[in-house]
C-alpha cells in the first residue's frame, strides 16, 4: 500500500540509522585477513541485518548479500517522497531484468522451474508491484513462448532483436547487452520527471553509471572481436567525463591495450577530475573496479559541496548507501569471499590430492 511521504525531512529522519549499515574503510582494510568463512560471515553480519547465509557458496552468499541490499533499498522507497520512489524503482529494475536473463538462461539450459525459482529475487518484484509477471515467465518453457508474452512488455524490443540473434548464432550475449541498453536508457528517460535539486545530483550518478557500462561494453567488444556496427547498438547517448567524440575513438579501437592506454589518458587529462584532484589508476584486470573507483571519488567529493540544505542532504545520503553498498559487495565482501573458499579448496587438495 502506498504511503504519501510529504518532504525530504521525514525521508532524512526516516532512514538516518540505515547509515551505520555502510562498512567503515578500517573494517574494509580487515576483510583481507580473514582466512576462515564462518568468521568473515560473522564479522559482516552487523552491517547486513536478517542476513541468512545458510550455505557457504559462492552463488548463495552473493545472493543473500544483494537480497539484504534490495531490502535496504525497499526501506528507503517506503519513506521516500514520489519522485525519489519513482528513481528507486527504476534502479530496482536492474534485479528484475536479473530475474530476466536467469530465466531465459534456464529455459535454454533445460532447467525446470523449481530450480530456475532459486535463482530468482522474488522480493524486487514486490517492490516493483510486478509478481504476477515473474510468476507468468516462470511457467514458460521456450524461447518463443517467452518472446510472445514479452511482446507487452517493456523488454518487447530487448527480448525479440535477443532471441533472434541467439536463434542465429547460439548466443545469449547480444539479448543480455540489449536488456542492459534498456536499463540504463529507461533510467535517462526518467530525469525529465525529478525537481531542479533531484537532477543535480541523481543526474550526475545516472550519467556516471551509463558511462561506465558504455566503457564496459566497449572493452568487452574489444576483447571479443565484436563488429563495431553491432557493438555501437548496445552503446547508450549520453556523457559525463568523456564526450562522444572520445568514446567513438574509443569505439573504433581494435586492441585491448589500445584501449587501456587512450582511457587512461583521456581521464588524466580531464579538468574536472584534475580540479578535484582525482587520482586515475586502471588496473587492467579489474576496469570496472577501477573506473567505479574514479567516478565514485568524483561523485562524492563533488556533491558533498552541495550539501547545503535538507534536500540536499537526503539525496546525498540515499545515493551514498546505495554507492557504497554496492561497491562492498562486488568490490571488497565477495573477492574476500571468492579469496578464503578458493584458499580452503587449495589447502584440501595439497593435503588430499585431487578428489
Known amino acids: 500500500m502506498s504511503v504519501i511521504i510529504p518532504s525530504y525531512a521525514y525521508t532524512y529522519i526516516k532512514i538516518g540509522y540505515l ?76 534485479f528484475e ?3 530476466i536473463k536467469q530465466v531465459i538462461i534456464g529455459v535454454i539450459t533445460g532447467l525446470n ?7 530468482i529475487n522474488f522480493l524486487v518484484e514486490e517492490y516493483l ?16 513462448e517467452i518472446q510472445l508474452f514479452m511482446s507487452k512488455t517493456r523488454y518487447n524490443k530487448a527480448i525479440r532483436e535477443g532471441i533472434l540473434y541467439f536463434n542465429n548464432n547460439s ?7 540489449f536488456l ?46 565484436i563488429e563495431k556496427d553491432l557493438l555501437k547498438q548496445f552503446l547508450v547517448k549520453a556523457y559525463f567525463l568523456l564526450d562522444e567524440e572520445k568514446m567513438n575513438i574509443l569505439l573504433n579501437l581494435n586492441n585491448i591495450e589500445d584501449f587501456f592506454l587512450q582511457i587512461e589518458n583521456f581521464l588524466k587529462n580531464t579538468a574536472r577530475l584534475k580540479e578535484l584532484q582525482i587520482s586515475i589508476i586502471i588496473n587492467k584486470k579489474h576496469l570496472i573496479w577501477s573506473l567505479g573507483a574514479i567516478y565514485q ?20 545520503r540515499i545515493l551514498e548507501l546505495m554507492i557504497k553498498k554496492d561497491k562492498e559487495i562486488k568490490f ?24
Open 332 to 355: 571488497n565482501i565477495m573477492p574476500n569471499i571468492i579469496r578464503i573458499i578458493h584458499d580452503k579448496f587449495e589447502r584440501l587438495e595439497k593435503k588430499y590430492g585431487n578428489l
Open 171 to 177: 548466443e545469449i550475449f547480444v539479448m543480455e547487452a
Open 113 to 119: 522451474i523449481k530450480e530456475i525459482s532459486k535463482k
Open 297 to 316: 571519488d568524483y561523485f562524492f567529493k563533488k556533491n558533498k559541496i552541495q550539501i547545503d540544505d535538507i534536500e540536499n542532504s537526503t539525496i546525498y
Open 19 to 94: 547509515k551505520q549499515l555502510i562498512i567503515d574503510d578500517v573494517s574494509l582494510a580487515k576483510l583481507k585477513t580473514f582466512s576462515n568463512i564462518q568468521d568473515f560471515i560473522e564479522f559482516i553480519r552487523p552491517y547486513y541485518p536478517e542476513s541468512n547465509f545458510k550455505k557457504e557458496t559462492i552463488i548463495e552468499i552473493e545472493q543473500s548479500l544483494f537480497h539484504i541490499y534490495i531490502k535496504l533499498i525497499g526501506k528507503i522507497l517506503f519513506f521516500s517522497p514520489e519522485s525519489m520512489r519513482r528513481f528507486l524503482s527504476d534502479y530496482l529494475l536492474k
Open 180 to 225: 542492459d541498453q534498456y536499463y540504463y536508457n529507461n533510467l535517462l528517460e526518467q530525469e525529465k520527471s525529478y525537481d531542479k535539486k533531484e537532477r543535480i545530483m541523481i543526474s550526475s550518478y545516472i550519467h556516471q553509471l551509463i558511462e561506465i557500462y558504455n566503457l564496459r561494453m566497449i572493452s568487452r567488444g574489444i576483447t571479443n572481436n
Open 97 to 99: 531484468i536479473a530475474n
Open 129 to 144: 508491484e510486478h509478481k504476477e509477471f515473474m510468476s507468468n515467465l516462470l511457467e514458460i518453457t521456450s524461447l518463443d
